[in-house]
Structures are given as structure tokens and as C-alpha cells.
């Protein structure tokens, strides 16, 4: 049986056994019916064309983990940025894990998908914000359909959230296959500011397919700073969608660095409903082996005097793939708006591709779009000088590359994440760098 | 030739529609509406083709009915009916003129007001020109002069018969006849087209030219045109479009194939002014073309193109750097008014050592136009040190059109150089006001400023086109000003 009958059936056994909300009940009817008619997307679909599913897609991965695992903090606390202090979300196997995680209730919500899906009290929001960020793709809808647990964060009116939020994935391999579909609904409120990092870690070498989406609203003037560290084992898979939808002069960013995992897919949507909002993309992708990582981007410039900054860089090694795919579409009515885009790749293996689509479709006429894009290699010259200095060649090299994917680490705003990051790519490059930024 | 002044130009729009847009009434012979086999062996009769050539016609014919027509092009439009178009019309006045002046008095008329009067063209600076009318060649200048060269110029259906060992080897080899859908059209149904020929190492000493244009209503153009040039040789071609006012839509499928052997280097310029339709979007061209070149060792190929005209533009020149150290270059100007679209771009297949290609694209959109660039550019794995350069430039007039930019690249060698940049912007106020400041008014402004926007391709393009296409570039953007 393939994986979308598995799916299809699954689904009429997953609901009979969640709480019968005719809302939600509803929405998720419609999503498994539009999941039916698409199927999972191929290479004839333009936005996959450089991307395939099909090999992920062969393994039998079971829907629903059939048991409850536990882990120790010790052995999974690297995985957390744990020397400071913050809100911990934790799921195991997809399932809430309350020892592992920190929430609160006390004045935001920072908690859980089920509880804000079933609980009356979260009814409005639910009604309000729940899948209407989301498009209606195939992948989005299924994940719709089986939306059950994830995060939910509702930052109410003129609050700073004063520590970041984690937000952490665990696969324990318990089952043979795995796949999971977490939903994160996030809501920030006027003036509010909030730093969430999202995580997925598989602790053994089972396959897991995690097929995340992220809903995330920016009301007025709110500021929201999101990192995503995709660091997985070899045999993990993921399919990130995420949808912000900002107000006017809201500010949000989203980091996304892609290390690990076997195929990595990031489908990022920024919609801006409002005036003089502010969107940054940034990501740095260092991959080798035959891994794929495939950045999806999307800025939809709706109204007036708004920005967009894009800057994603990428290393390629060995047999890796890398695919990048950015459009900016910037409506009749958005004048006045600077949008930017910067693709920048370096090919260190002869056996590695890059694939890149940077796109603009411009509508309006007063506006400032530009995009970049290269692909080429390290600087002989630098090398050679670095090297006439003493500085080994391998060395010379990670230097070379760390100061190539600067630009996006510099605007990281949590100065422990930033050393943490700074740390995996040394350890992804084979060097010690022997500083921290 | 006296210089064309801003002031012309002004008067000029005072008083222009579609400056092309006449008909001329040439008995023509016509097939009846429809396509199938035997329309196709009856062209090919027509012809008087040799078996092989009736057999590949009807090879595509079939590949053709199992094809279904492409979708991915960010244009819309009524897709043509192809039962409904008439796949032969050839000027009556047959047979072949000997000289210029035995050519019917009202087709000449036809060319002088296109400005393009073959006495005065052959003054101009020694312009072989091979005018086809409806896809039948039916003058062609200087072939003796050329003749002494060894070079060969003429329509295709004459190659067909005089060269057949030429056309037989090359055609087909860089445009397969089952590459896309209008591609195999063409090759079942091209009635006529171009073949040149340029031996070993010969430098063709004048720019070959041909001219096209669509007369009869509702016949497709589908003009196929083959260039060859041996080793070491060296050829400009130019080819300009121009298609009288009609309502309804008129299809031009064409396919253009080029072949440069090693050391070989071939120019192509093209300035396309098909009938766009009116300000209405009524009527006008539906212009797919299939282009490329294949570039052997140490071979270069580049395409110039002014792409001003037609209702739809679908249209991809496009280089394939087969040989060690071949270059590509694709410079490209595309203005859309009112509601003209243009999807077009090139293809950059660098599958040799030390390739080098660079894109310069720059489209212009006023009105209620659509305007979209598309490119590829792949470097294969065994293609070392490649090095490719894009730039797509995009000038938006008005908030009612739009500029689309879709830029493939795909590299598989760790050694390849790969930049592309893209900007897109309006004719900023501060550089109107400096013109206006200095007693330019606004129209003026915009056309010399639209005019420095193009100037990397227009100097790419050989004089008397230049010219021409600056003529061009502004009666297109007429009335966009505001």
C-alpha cells in the first residue's frame, strides 16, 4: 500500500478517535479531500521540479506512534541552546513531553496545539487564525487534515517575551518509520516581540518524514525573530511550511540553517497586509554526502512601502544538491516597495549540483526589486595568501567559507544561538576555528 | 542615411497607428483551410521536394498529433485553431524574377513602404536581402557577389533541391523535429525560409538579410530558416518581421537553426515587429519561435534581438557551447504596450570545456503589457572553467503592466562561474526632472532615457538595424508616456 492510501485510510481512523469539533472537524474534512485529488507533488509540478519525494516516499512509515518514549534530559540537553534560559516546547516522537518542555499560561500562552484545538477558551483565536495562513497545497492540506499537537504561542497586546522559545522535535526511532505532521500556530499580538527556535532531531538512524507547518501571524508593529536549525541525522527527512502573514509595520525574520537531514524542503511564505512592513529571509545551507536541501521562498508584496531582504548562501560538497527557488510577486497596488534577493553558492565537490530560480513577478511600476545570484568558488588568491601566512589549507578554507555565510549569521539576534551555530558549521567544515563570534 | 531626429519622431507619433499595417493585394495562392497528410504531401509537392524531405515532413506531422500544446508560458491568449489556418499562400507572380525590376510593381510598393526598398537596401551598404512574402522567397540581391565566394543564399526550398546533401545532414540536427510542439508544426508544415551556406574559412563580406512578412489573413507563417557556417567562417545575419493589420490573430511558428563549426562565429539579429494588435489587444501576431545554435570548438554564436511587435511572444534563441572554449552571448531588447506579452529569454547549454556565455536582457512594459524574462543556464558535469554572466533588466511604465523574471541556472561543475543579477525599476523622477531642467520636455526625456537603457544591446546590433530599431523601441512605447 503506498503511502497516500495509508495515509487516506488513516485518516478515518485518526478521526474517529480526536474530539469532534465541528470547526476544526471541518477544516480538516475539506484538507484530507484536497489531499485526495493531489496526491504528494512530483517533478511535472513546477515548484518541484528539482526536488523529487518519490525515494523518502517508499518507506513504510507509520502515522500514529503506537507508544509513549521517554528520554533523559542529559542525553538529548546538546541539542537544546542550553545555556540560557528559556520556554521549552518539547514533543517525543510527536507526542507533548512535559518534563522536557517549560510553558506557561502567565499572561501569553505558550503551549500546546491539542490543548488550544479541544479547550473552548481558545475557540476565537483558533477560529480566527487557524489555517489562514496556510495555502491549499497538497502537503499543507495533509498536514491540516492530521493536525493534532504542535506549539500554539498567543503573545497578547505590548508584551516582550523576555526569553526565547524552543521549540523541539525528537524522533526516538522506537518505530521503524516514522512520520510526523506537527501544526505550530503562533499569534503576536500589537507591539509585542517574540524569538522562537525550532528544532528537529532524530536520535537513531530510522527514517522519519516530518512534514511541519508553521502559521504565524504578525499583528501591528510586532516583531517576531524566528531560527530554524535543521541539523538532522542522515536518514531524516523534512518538509518545513511555513506562512507568516504580517500588519502593517511589522517586523519579521526567519533564519533558516540547513545542515543535516537527508532531504530538507523549505516552503517559506511571507504575505504582507499592510504598509511599511519589514521581511527578512536569510539561510545558510552546508550540506554534503547526497544530501538535498531545497529552499522554497515566496514574498508576496500586497500594499504599499514595504521590504523584503533575501540572503541565502550555500556550500555544497560531495554528492549534495542544493535547489533554491525565490519568488517575489509585488502587486499593482504595492508601490514604493524595495524588495531583495541574493542567492550566493559555492560548488566544492565536482558531484555536487545547484540548482537556483530566482524570480520577480512585478506588477507595480514605482518600485526597487533586484536579485542576485552565483554560483563559483573558493578565492585562489585569498587561499594562497592565508597559506603564505602560515594558516593550513584546510583551515584557510573554513575560513574562507565561515566568512561567506557572516553576512547571515551577523543578524542573528541571540548571541548564544549565534556561537552555537557557529560551532555546527565549524564541526560540518572539519576544523576548529578557535574563536567564537 | 540622414539622422532621425527626436522632432521626427514626435511627428511621426502624431500621426502613426501601426505604420506597417496596409495590405497588399497580391493574388496569392492559397491551400484551403486545415492541415492534415495530405496538405503536407501536397506543400511538399508543391515544392517539388525530393522523396526523403516529403517523408521527414510527415514524420513530424505525426510526431505533431500526439503533441499537445505547451502551457508553462506565463502568457495567456486564445489558443489558434490549427484546422483553421491556411498552411500555403504564395505570392501568385510566379515563376523567379531574374532581376529587381521584373518583380510585381505593388510588392515593390509593399517594401518601399516598409522603407526597406531593395534599390535603396542594395545601395545601403551592400545588403543581400532575401525577401520572403508570405514564405516565398521571391527576390534575392547580390547572389553572384557571393557566389564567388562559394557562399550559398538562398530560400530553402531551393537548397532542398540544389544542396540536398547540406540540408539533409543539418536539418533537424540542432532543432530536432520532436524538440516542442510548434517546432514540429514547422517541420511538417514550413512552406518557406533561409539556408546559408558559408564555406571554410570564408569571411562573408556583407550582412545577409531576409525579411518577412505575413500578408494573406489567416495563413500561419511558418518560415524555417538553416545557417551553416564551416570552419573558420564568419557571418552576420539579420532578420526583420513586419505583418500588416488583422483582426484576427495570425500564428507565426518558425525555426531558426544555426550551425558553427569550429572556429566558426555566427551573428544573428533579429528586429520582430509583428502586428501587436491594437490598443484594444485586438488582433495581432502569435509569435513562437524555436531558435538555437550549436557552437563546435572554439565557435561562437550570438543573438541579437529587437522584440517590439506581436500580440504573443514566445521565444527562446538559444546556444548549445557543444565544443571546448564556444561562446554564447544572447542580447536581447523586449518592449511591451498596451496588451502585448513577451515571454522571452535564451538557453545557455554549456556542455564543453571553458564555455563562456553572457545574457543581457532588458525589457520594457508599458501599458497593460506583460513582460517575462526566462532563461536557462546549465552547466553540465563535464563542462570545466565555465563562466557565465546574466543580467535582465526590467523598465516598468505605468502601474498596470508587469515584469517577470525566470531564471533557471543549473550547475553541475564545481568549476563553473555563474552570475546573474536582476533589477527591476521606473524611469526615476530625479532623472526626468534633470532633463526637464534642462529644457527636455517629458516625452523627449523618457525616449532618451529608454534609449540609454537599451544602448548595451542596440550597439550589439549592426547599423543599418540599429537605426531602424531605435525607430522602433520608440513608436512602440507611444502614448505610454504619462
Not at chain 1, 603564505?388 to 567559507?401: D, N, Q, T, V, Y
Not at chain 2, 547540406?166 to 514550413?190: E, H, R
Request: charged share 25%.
Amino acid at each position: 500500500m503506498d503511502l497516500k492510501e495509508k495515509l487516506l485510510s488513516s485518516y478515518l481512523v485518526f478521526e474517529d478517535h480526536v474530539d469532534i469539533d465541528t470547526y476544526v472537524h471541518n477544516l480538516r474534512n475539506d484538507a484530507i479531500k484536497i489531499f485526495e485529488d493531489k496526491g504528494f507533488p512530483t517533478k511535472k509540478e513546477e515548484a518541484w521540479k528539482y526536488t523529487s519525494l518519490n525515494k523518502i516516499l517508499k518507506e513504510d512509515y507509520s502515522v500514529f506512534p503506537k507508544q509513549e518514549n521517554a528520554i533523559e534530559y542529559n542525553d538529548v540537553k546538546k541539542y537544546f541552546i542550553h545555556d540560557i534560559d528559556s520556554y521549552k516546547i518539547v514533543f517525543i516522537d510527536g507526542k507533548y513531553s512535559s518534563h522536557l518542555s517549560q510553558t506557561t499560561h502567565d499572561g501569553m500562552d505558550i503551549c500546546l496545539m491539542s490543548a488550544a484545538l479541544t479547550k473552548p477558551k481558545y475557540r476565537l483565536i483558533i477560529e480566527n487564525y487557524f489555517n489562514k495562513a496556510a495555502t491549499k497545497d497538497s502537503l499543507p492540506s495533509l498536514n491540516t487534515a492530521f493536525s493534532s499537537e504542535g506549539a500554539y504561542i498567543h503573545i497578547p497586546k505590548n508584551k516582550m517575551v523576555e526569553k526565547p522559545i524552543q521549540i523541539i522535535h525528537f524522533s526516538t526511532g522506537n518505530e521503524s518509520a516514522l512520520m510526523l505532521q506537527p501544526r505550530n500556530l503562533i499569534v503576536v499580538d500589537e507591539n509585542s516581540h517574540v524569538q522562537i527556535i525550532e528544532r528537529h532531531q532524530s536520535l537513531t538512524n530510522s527514517p522519519v518524514l516530518t512534514n511541519s507547518v508553521t502559521e504565524i501571524f504578525t499583528n501591528k508593529r510586532a516583531i517576531v525573530d524566528y531560527y530554524k536549525i535543521q541539523n538532522d541525522s542522515l536518514n531524516a527527512s523534512l518538509i518545513d511550511n511555513t506562512f507568516i502573514k504580517q500588519k502593517q509595520e511589522s517586523v519579521a525574520s526567519v533564519h533558516t540553517f540547513a545542515f543535516g537531514g537527508n532531504l530538507v524542503r523549505n516552503n517559506l511564505n511571507f504575505y504582507q497586509h499592510g504598509e511599511r512592513i519589514d521581511s527578512t529571509l536569510k539561510g545558510v545551507t552546508i550540506i554534503g554526502d547526497k544530501q538535498h536541501v531545497d529552499h522554497n521562498t515566496l514574498v508576496h508584496h500586497i500594499e504599499p512601502n514595504c521590504e523584503s531582504h533575501q540572503d541565502y548562501k550555500g556550500i555544497f560538497g560531495e554528492n549534495s544538491t542544493g535547489v533554491f527557488n525565490g519568488k517575489i510577486i509585488v502587486e499593482k497596488e504595492a508601490q514604493k516597495t524595495n524588495a531583495f534577493q541574493a542567492n550566493n553558492n559555492i560548488l566544492i565537490s565536482d558531484k555536487a549540483t545547484i540548482n537556483t530560480k530566482p524570480q520577480l513577478e512585478i506588477f507595480a511600476d514605482d518600485v526597487k526589486c533586484s536579485h542576485g545570484c552565483t554560483i563559483g568558488q573558493l578565492d585562489e588568491s585569498a587561499l594562497f595568501y592565508m597559506q603564505s601566512r602560515g594558516i593550513p589549507k584546510k583551515e584557510a578554507k573554513a575560513l574562507l567559507m565561515y566568512a561567506f555565510s557572516n553576512n547571515v549569521l551577523s543578524s542573528v539576534k541571540i548571541p548564544e544561538m549565534k556561537q552555537r551555530i557557529t560551532k555546527i558549521i565549524a564541526n560540518k567544515l572539519g576544523v576548529n576555528l578557535g574563536f567564537d563570534l | 542615411m540622414s539622422k532621425y531626429t527626436e522632432d521626427d519622431l514626435r511627428e511621426e507619433l502624431k500621426t502613426k497607428e501601426y505604420e506597417y499595417g496596409f495590405y497588399t493585394d497580391i493574388k496569392s495562392d492559397t491551400f484551403p483551410i486545415g492541415l492534415n497528410e495530405d496538405i503536407v504531401r501536397a506543400i511538399s509537392k508543391k515544392k517539388e521536394e525530393p522523396q526523403w524531405m516529403t517523408d521527414w515532413r510527415l514524420e513530424s506531422f505525426k510526431a505533431w498529433k500526439e503533441m499537445t500544446e505547451p502551457e508553462w508560458a506565463n502568457v495567456k491568449y486564445e489558443k489558434p485553431d490549427f484546422q483553421a489556418i491556411s498552411y500555403y499562400s504564395a505570392p501568385n507572380s510566379k515563376p523567379k524574377y531574374d532581376s529587381i525590376d521584373e518583380v510585381d510593381p505593388e510588392l515593390l510598393a509593399t517594401f518601399e513602404k516598409l522603407g526597406i526598398s531593395l534599390d535603396e537596401q542594395k545601395k545601403l551598404a551592400g545588403v543581400a536581402m532575401d525577401v520572403v512574402i508570405d514564405s516565398v522567397s521571391v527576390a534575392t540581391t547580390f547572389k553572384k557577389t557571393l557566389g564567388e565566394k562559394g557562399i550559398i543564399f538562398c530560400s530553402i526550398s531551393e537548397a532542398i533541391k540544389e544542396h540536398p546533401e547540406l540540408v539533409k545532414k543539418y536539418i533537424g540536427t540542432v532543432v530536432p523535429q520532436k524538440d516542442n510542439f510548434y517546432a514540429a508544426l514547422n517541420s511538417a508544415v514550413f512552406s518557406d525560409g533561409s539556408f546559408c551556406y558559408i564555406p571554410k574559412g570564408v569571411r562573408c563580406p556583407m550582412e545577409l538579410s531576409t525579411y518577412f512578412r505575413i500578408n494573406q489573413a489567416g495563413t500561419g507563417q511558418f518560415e524555417r530558416t538553416l545557417v551553416i557556417a564551416d570552419e573558420g567562417s564568419y557571418v552576420s545575419y539579420l532578420e526583420g518581421c513586419t505583418a500588416p493589420s488583422r483582426d484576427e490573430n495570425q500564428l507565426h511558428a518558425a525555426v531558426v537553426e544555426l550551425i558553427a563549426l569550429d572556429d566558426a562565429e555566427i551573428k544573428y539579429s533579429t528586429v520582430q515587429n509583428w502586428y501587436p494588435g491594437n490598443a484594444e489587444g485586438k488582433g495581432g501576431v502569435y509569435n513562437f519561435v524555436t531558435k538555437r545554435g550549436l557552437c563546435e570548438k572554439n565557435a561562437k554564436i550570438s543573438w541579437t534581438q529587437v522584440e517590439t511587435g506581436s500580440a504573443v511572444t514566445w521565444k527562446y534563441p538559444s546556444c548549445i557551447l557543444k565544443g571546448d572554449n564556444s561562446v554564447g552571448e544572447f542580447y536581447s531588447i523586449a518592449v511591451t504596450n498596451n496588451y502585448q506579452q513577451a515571454d522571452t529569454g535564451t538557453k545557455m547549454i554549456h556542455l564543453g570545456k571553458n564555455t563562456r556565455s553572457t545574457i543581457i536582457s532588458k525589457g520594457i512594459s508599458a501599458g497593460k503589457s506583460q513582460n517575462s524574462y526566462r532563461g536557462l543556464v546549465q552547466i553540465n558535469s563535464r563542462a570545466e572553467n565555465a563562466r557565465n554572466f546574466s543580467q535582465c533588466d526590467s523598465l516598468l511604465m505605468g502601474n498596470e503592466c508587469g515584469a517577470h523574471t525566470f531564471p533557471y541556472i543549473e550547475a553541475k561543475n564545481n568549476s563553473a562561474k555563474i552570475e546573474h543579477e536582476a533589477t527591476t525599476s521606473k524611469i526615476g523622477e530625479d532623472q526626468i526632472f534633470y532633463c526637464n531642467q534642462r529644457g527636455i520636455d517629458t516625452e523627449k526625456a523618457i525616449a532618451l532615457i529608454v534609449n540609454g537603457f537599451s544602448k548595451e544591446v542596440l550597439n550589439k546590433l549592426p547599423m543599418e538595424f540599429a537605426v531602424e530599431a531605435q525607430k522602433l523601441l520608440e513608436i512602440s512605447l507611444e502614448g505610454s508616456v504619462g
